[in-house]
């Protein structure tokens, strides 16, 4: 499990359909080359990491140069993700993106290097205050040092604005989006490759989130990590992984009394059934020690699964899940919640050049403060391949929150219409 750069580099890992599903996947921040754009529920970082864990360069995409665009227009009922009077408004987007690879092989011999580069323009057309950029650039280093060991360095800058609704955003409809500025870098080694019977990975990252706007200091935080990782091929079909993370969140507001620790310990297995279907689940324990506060302290069970299954050479469904801490918007309580996740996805492939994809997610959080929310969300679409290098795609969705505090419930429906260009 490699950790690295941020979402624009791992196109090759996130999404194994990127050249054509486009807003229906697992996952769904935009990404350079695939641009895939997802309307779901943001998802929590350490849930995304769990789910879908992040290489500095991705190893099956060849060298070159992968331009991408997306011009969609999106339908909302509630826009401000509000229990009652909800706002439609339509949203158009323009997301174009690049990402450039070189290596191994060329001029760089062994070695790779890949630079991503990737916005996405939002306009709303009658509430324009709703208007907003994320945009962000990763480069990453893999260093193929001898024949068993590996060194990668990576960074990454991006800025965006967080989703309403979305899990661990602020509640406050009166209020612009917050908006906020992430840095991120870092460096690992490897030593032994997949194919031994024996892989260790460990490494040190540093990332620093600033928000903008709103008056939000008490949420600016840096987090150093320090992680590492043992891999054992007990047999061609069956590895397991045991995996220790380390952070150490240093929140920048002098009156903050959320500095901690947080450790996580895993243990996973990676089996493959058969040829048509794969399972990697994980299962750990992870604890946090507050700097200040050493009465809040706690603890949780957490875990991640990943099922895939190749019902028919047209045919893929996907099980996934995960649980662990992830970083609160509540300023002045407890800052950690437990994010909580499981969901299905499907994938039909109807013809040559069109395909049906649809999920259904459902997730839960359990707030310091008391508040326990669940957040179902499902969408259904279609992409059509009208060239190798155009394609048209549409969906319809549904999400909804209920919760112990009603101020934050709400539902709201959603329907899209996209067209990407991107190299094939």
Same mark, same amino acid.
Not at 249 to 260: A, G, K, T, V, W
Not at 284 to 290: A, I, K, M, Q, V
Not at 378 to 395: C, D, E, K, N, Q
């Given at each position: 499990m490699?950790?690295?750069s941020?979402? *624009? ?11 054509? &599903? ?19 529920m943001?998802?929590?970082?350490n849930?995304?990491?769990n ?9 099956? *995409?060849?060298?070159g140069f ?5 011009? $969609? ?17 339509? %949203? ?7 990402? =450039?690879?070189? $290596? ?5 011999? %062994?070695?790779?290097? /890949? ?25 990453? =280093? ?10 990668d &360095? ?17 509640v ?18 490897? *030593? ?9 990975r ?12 709103n ?15 043992? =891999? ?6 069956? /590895? ?11 929140? *920048?507001?002098?009156? +903050?009394?959320?500095? +901690? ?17 794969n399972l990697?689940?994980?299962v750990g324990? +992870? ?19 990943? @099922?895939? @299954? /190749? ?6 469904l ?15 309580? +407890? ?5 909580t ?11 040559? %050049? ?12 359990e707030f310091?403060s ?5 957040? =179902?969300?499902?969408a ?5 391949a ?5 394609s ?8 909804e929150?209920?919760s ?12 899209s219409?996209?067209v990407?260009?991107r190299?094939?």
């Amino acid at each position: 499990m490699t950790k690295g750069s941020t979402v *624009l580099s791992a196109s090759a890992r996130r999404l194994p359909l990127a050249a054509v &599903v486009i807003g229906l996947a697992i996952v769904g921040p935009v990404i350079a080359h695939a641009q895939v754009i997802d309307y779901s529920m943001a998802r929590p970082e350490n849930a995304q990491r769990n789910l879908t864990p992040i290489e500095a360069v991705s190893p099956g *995409l060849l060298s070159g140069f992968y331009p991408a665009i997306n011009f $969609g227009v999106t339908y909302e009922n509630n826009i401000f993700r509000t229990p009652d009077d909800e706002k439609a408004d339509t %949203r158009f987007t323009v997301a174009p993106s690049l990402l =450039f690879k070189e $290596g191994p092989g060329g001029a760089l011999g %062994r070695h790779s290097f /890949q630079l991503g580069i990737a916005a996405t323009f939002n306009q709303y057309d009658t509430f324009s205050d709703e208007d907003y950029v994320n945009w962000g650039v990763d480069a990453g =280093f893999l260093f193929d040092v001898t024949s068993i060991l590996d060194w990668d &360095v990576y960074a990454g800058y991006g800025e965006g604005a967080e989703q309403r609704g979305a899990s661990g955003a602020r509640v406050d409809p009166l209020r612009e989006k917050d908006e906020f500025q992430r840095t991120r870098v870092g460096t690992g080694v490897t *030593l032994g490759r997949r194919t031994n019977t024996l892989q260790l990975r460990a490494g040190v990252e540093q990332e620093e989130i600033e928000f903008t706007n709103n008056d939000q200091t008490g949420r600016d935080r840096d987090r150093d990590t320090f992680f590492g990782s043992v =891999f054992y091929n007990y047999s061609p079909r069956t /590895q397991f992984l045991f995996d220790v993370q380390r952070y150490y969140y240093d929140y *920048l507001d002098p009156r +903050s009394l959320n500095d +901690s620790t947080t450790t996580n310990y895993s243990l996973g297995v990676n089996y493959q059934t058969s040829a048509l279907t794969n399972l990697h689940a994980s299962v750990g324990y +992870s604890d946090r020690e507050y700097d200040d506060t050493p009465g809040s302290d706690t603890d949780a069970t957490v875990y991640a699964l990943r @099922w895939t @299954w /190749q019902a028919r050479p047209r045919t893929n469904l996907r099980v996934y899940g995960s649980r662990g801490f992830e970083e609160s918007a509540e300023v002045g309580s +407890s800052q950690e919640y437990i994010h909580t996740l499981v969901g299905v996805g499907a994938t039909q492939q109807l013809t040559g %050049r069109l395909i049906l994809n649809a999920f259904a997610n459902l997730g839960n959080d359990e707030f310091g403060s008391g508040r326990d929310e669940d957040i =179902f969300d499902t969408a259904i679409g279609l992409i059509y391949a009208i060239r190798p290098w155009v394609s048209l795609s549409g969906m319809i969705g549904h999400v909804e929150r209920s919760s112990n505090d009603p101020l934050v419930e709400y539902d709201a429906e959603y329907a899209s219409l996209y067209v990407t260009f991107r190299r094939p």
